[in-house]
Structure formats: C-alpha cells, structure tokens
C-alpha cells in the first residue's frame, strides 16, 4: 500500500513527480494530515535526482476547498496558533524545483493559497480561484492576503477578500493569477507536458531561475537586479552552461548534467 492517504504520489519516467490531492469526498479539504503528506512527497521529489519538476492537482470537481473547517473549527487561539507556527505553506514554497498547479474546478480559501505557492498555474476553463474565510468568519491564513495582490493587484485582491467573490479561471487568467487556461479534459496532460519541457533542462540552472523569479517579492528592485546578475555570472561556473551554449553553437541538443 501506498505511504500516503490523502494524496497520489507518482515518479514518473519524463522526471515529472505527480502529486494528487485525494480527498474527493471533501473536495480535498486540506487537513493537516494532509498537508504533511503533500510536504513530504514534495520534499522527497526535491531531493531525488530523478525529478526536474512537479506537478500539483485535484481532481474535476475540486483542486481543493479549502484548509479543512471541521477540522480546525473548535480550536482557540492557542491552538490554532501552534499549528500554524508549523509554518507548512512556507515549506511548499521554498522547494527548489518547479512545481505546477493544475486546477480543476474549486481553489477556494487555502486551495487558492496553495495553487499561489506554486510556480505555475495552469487552470481548467471551469476551474473558480476565492478567498471566501471572510463568509466562515476569519480571514486567509496561508499567505491570500499577500500573494493574491501580488498577482492581481489591489483592486481585485481586495474585493475577492473582503466579498469572497470567485474568480473564474478566465477572469484568473486576465488578471495574472493563471498561466493559461485549458479545456478541463486535456490540462493535467498538458500541466505534465510543461513539467517534462521544465524538466528537460539543467536541474541547477532551472533552480537558479526559479530563486530569482520568487526574490523579486522580497526585495527592491535593485537589489533583485543585482542578485540576479551575480546569478547570471555564477551560470559560467557550471558545465551545464558550457555545455548548454557550444551545443548551440554545434548545433546539436544540450546533453544536461542532471547533478
Ligand atoms: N473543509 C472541510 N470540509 C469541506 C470543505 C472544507 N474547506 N469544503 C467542502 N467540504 C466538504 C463539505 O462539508 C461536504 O461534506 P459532507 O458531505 O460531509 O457534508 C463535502 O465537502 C461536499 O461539499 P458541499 O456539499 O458543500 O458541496 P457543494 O458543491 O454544495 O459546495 C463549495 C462546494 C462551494 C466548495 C462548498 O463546499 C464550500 O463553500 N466549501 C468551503 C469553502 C471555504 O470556505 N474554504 C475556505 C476554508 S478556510 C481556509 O482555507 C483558510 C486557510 C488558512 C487557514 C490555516 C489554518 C489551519
């Protein structure tokens, strides 16, 4: 039998690692048991050399609904506070290889906050990004208030939160919080097409990438620019930079190192 009893996890053959939330009956309501379960498989795919990339779905009906409601919903301050010192969502986020979210129907609440600690999100046409805490009388707790507006700006961040009004993936995607929008059947094929390109590359220069990208939210401007050319330099200590470029220049693909 499987480690795991609320995800799917597969390593695949193309270097992609699967994830899938598996809680169908509660639209894959993210308890805690489930989020160590998704830390630990993303965890174990960041280390193993087999895998380039991840990618992080749910199913049609859901992504998922949310943090789990009956489960935290009698705890008092103290409690709540514990389990959130934990701090899981930050762990999501600091995991060095790129992962993909594939939508399908509800991101609502900490669904929506997983899907933004993503690299990439890739949405089914039915799919539907809220925050809605404000309707169960408390607010986004899993980083909504600050990445939403980071990826759709203050006027929409702002009416999602206080009214708990959905975004469909269109309106997600004109805004900046979605990548592309895709017909429901063809996106997880497609999120692992993405996975397998992100994966073909060097593993060290698609993480240097990544870093850069994701430090643009912490620091000034020139800070970032210059972080990112002391990034670009170290390229040119690795051989996967010298390879990369004379396999331009023979014209022929790049055999990457994958160390
Ligand atoms: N938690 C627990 N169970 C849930 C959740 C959830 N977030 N969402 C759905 N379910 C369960 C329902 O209780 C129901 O179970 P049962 O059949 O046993 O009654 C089952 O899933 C199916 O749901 P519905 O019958 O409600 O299905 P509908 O199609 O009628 O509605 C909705 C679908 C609109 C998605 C609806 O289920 C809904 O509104 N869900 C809650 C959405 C929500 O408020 N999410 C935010 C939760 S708070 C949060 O995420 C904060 C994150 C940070 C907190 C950190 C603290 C740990």
Redesign the pocket.
């Known amino acids: 039998g499987s480690r795991f009893k609320n995800i799917l996890v597969e390593a695949r053959s193309d270097r992609v690692g699967l994830i899938t939330l598996n809680r169908p009956?509660?639209?894959n309501?993210i308890n805690e048991e489930t989020q160590q379960e998704v830390l630990q498989a993303l965890e174990e795919f960041d280390r193993d050399r087999s895998i380039g990339a991840i990618v992080l779905t749910g199913n049609e009906r859901a992504f998922a609904?949310?943090?789990?409601?009956?489960e935290?919903a009698n705890r008092n301050f103290v409690q709540?506070r514990k389990?959130?010192q934990g701090g899981w969502i930050d762990r999501v986020y600091a995991i060095k290889k790129p992962i993909i979210a594939a939508v399908n129907g509800?991101a609502?609440?900490?669904g929506c906050?997983l899907a933004m600690a993503c690299d990439i999100v890739l949405a089914g046409q039915s799919a539907f990004f809220g925050q809605?805490?404000v309707?169960?009388g408390?607010i986004?707790?899993?980083g909504g208030t600050q990445r939403l507006i980071r990826a759709v700006g203050k006027a929409k961040a702002m009416e999602m939160i206080l009214t708990g009004r959905r975004m469909s993936a269109e309106e997600a995607e004109s805004a900046g919080l979605v990548a592309r929008v895709l017909p429901p059947e063809t996106l997880l094929q497609e999120a692992i097409e993405v996975a397998k390109t992100i994966a073909s590359y060097s593993d060290t220069v698609v993480a240097m990438a990544k870093e850069c990208v994701n430090i643009a939210d912490n620091v000034p401007l020139n800070q970032g620019l210059a972080y990112e050319r002391r990034m670009f330099h170290s390229t040119f200590s690795l051989n996967d930079q010298k390879e990369g470029m004379k396999a331009f220049i023979d014209k022929r693909p790049a055999k990457w190192s994958y160390d």
Do not use: C, N, S
């Open positions: 009956k509660q639209l309501a609904a949310g943090a789990d409601i009956k935290m709540a389990v959130e509800y609502l609440g900490g906050e809605p805490e309707q169960i408390t986004p707790g899993w």
